[in-house]
């Protein structure tokens, strides 16, 4: 069954183009050309808006200096596999919480989907902007050129979360690579004419997908300490570990404490699931974040919506290869002999290793 054909028989117009060339973007701009309505709405493919969705969008545009308004975001199916339950939990808090705290500091982004635009904002930046993370591209240009944004919290459209490991990397990777792409050139052009605010909000934000590069530099300095390190130098590495666990304690407490307070999702919590799978996908963001420093042209990744027949091995490597040598680092240790000094260190290399190695567990017996 064809989308044309469907459009035929609602009696919307149904457009497409030979080449796909900026990929969304070019396909927004492209659509824009034959179109003068004064304002768009955008959804991904797989989002589905319940009939009222405008009544509490397009009110905000009396104000002339509103250039698009977000809504907030959620996914249906996350009964579906352990991995879609677990991306749903993740995305909960950048799609409520994160983007309600944006929005007070000026700088509500653009998601990419639920989003509806005054023509008149996209046309004074040129349209959709291009890249991987052309959504975040847009919402900072539209912002540098003073147009204003606002966030709608409750969502009234549900899409898909990645189903399976492979999805997720796809989308992780494809996103992280975009963001840092978007810090390092997009956020430096147009960094003078944003406020305060705005730019303390989107260097949070464009600075998220860093997790990645020090979580793998924490890990790794723990193997070296654990192997081959002198008794200060470990309990030097335990001396820091300490001093960052009110920190690491005060993140999850904060997060926690948002979610249980917002009310426009009354499923989102706190979850452990969330929190595993961003600690299971620090190679696709330690890989973007290379790809970004090195300049490599990464093509569009469209996330995939169906499970996929095989999981490549590549996948699991990285995230057992290090649990695994974190747990054996750590008998090795125990073994070679230990002061009290390393007991943070031990505690960080077993609980890092269960945490990955669960993961591995988790995803591999409720694949889809």
């Not at 052309?134 to 709608?152: C, K, N, P, Q, Y």
């Amino acid at each position: 069954y064809r989308y044309r054909d469907l459009a035929r028989e609602l009696g919307v117009d149904h457009v497409t183009r030979d080449e796909h060339h900026h990929a969304k973007a070019g396909n927004v701009n492209h659509a824009l050309e034959f179109s003068k309505a004064s304002f768009v709405t955008i959804f991904d493919l797989d989002h589905i808006p319940e009939p009222d969705y405008l009544d509490e969008v397009l009110g905000h545009f009396s104000d002339p200096k509103v250039g698009f308004v977000q809504r907030g975001i959620a996914f249906g199916n996350q009964a579906q596999s352990w991995v879609a339950h677990a991306a749903s939990d993740q995305a909960a808090d950048p799609y409520g919480p994160t983007s309600q705290g944006m929005f007070g500091c000026g700088a509500a982004p653009v998601w990419g989907s639920h989003t509806t635009f005054r023509r008149t904002a996209l046309d004074d930046i040129g349209g959709y902007r291009p890249g991987l993370a052309e959504d975040l591209h847009t919402s900072v240009r539209l912002h540098a050129a003073g147009w204003r944004s606002v966030f709608v919290p409750n969502p009234a459209a549900t899409g898909l979360a990645p189903i399976d490991l492979l999805g997720m990397y796809k989308q992780q990777f494809k996103w992280a690579r975009g963001v840092f792409e978007v810090l390092l050139h997009v956020l430096p052009r147009n960094f003078g004419r944003l406020s305060m605010h705005q730019r303390i909000a989107y260097l949070l934000r464009s600075t998220y997908y860093t997790i990645g590069a020090a979580f793998l530099i924490h890990c790794l300095i723990a193997l070296f300490l654990l192997l081959r390190g002198d008794p200060s130098s470990r309990a030097s590495f335990s001396e820091y570990l300490f001093s960052a666990l009110p920190l690491a304690v005060s993140f999850v407490a904060v997060r926690t404490a948002a979610m249980a307070a917002w009310k426009h999702r009354p499923t989102a919590s706190w979850s452990w699931r969330g929190y595993l799978l961003t600690l299971f996908m620090w190679p696709a963001y330690v890989l973007a974040l290379l790809a970004s420093v090195l300049g490599l042209t990464i093509r569009h990744i469209p996330t995939p919506k169906r499970p996929s027949d095989r999981q490549p091995a590549w996948l699991w490597l990285p995230p057992v290869t290090m649990g695994l040598g974190l747990a054996m680092a750590g008998i090795w240790r125990l073994v070679q002999g230990w002061h009290p000094g390393d007991l943070l260190l031990l505690l960080f290399a077993f609980g890092t290793a269960g945490l990955q190695l669960l993961g591995a567990f988790v995803i591999v017996r409720n694949r889809p």
